[in-house]
């Protein structure tokens, strides 16, 4: 197994914890509050599902497409 792949199935393990955390963050009671009198999650609960669905997207990427390397 590549290095790339190794990486991109790390990300994608990291990126679904990160995920899940942030969708248990929005249906805590602050949260709801702050959703309610604002009409936003917190800053926190916002990153986490923000770095989740990056970190999936990018190991998604790095497991399924081949890297040539600098000078192929």
């Known amino acids: ?4 792949r190794l990486v ?3 990300l994608l393990a990291a ?3 990160l995920f899940i955390i942030g969708i248990n963050a929005s249906d ?3 949260d709801r509050l702050s959703n ?4 936003h999650f917190t800053d926190a609960t916002v990153w986490y ?6 970190s999936v997207i990018g190991g998604l990427a790095l497991t399924t497409f081949r ?3 600098l000078l192929a």
């Open 67 to 69: 890297g040539r390397g």
């Open 8 to 10: 991109g199935i790390m």
């Open 28 to 30: 805590s009671i602050p």
């Open 49 to 54: 599902l923000i770095g989740g669905v990056a």
């Open 36 to 39: 309610f009198v604002t009409g």
């Open 1 to 4: 197994m590549s290095t790339q």
């Open 15 to 17: 990126g679904a914890i």
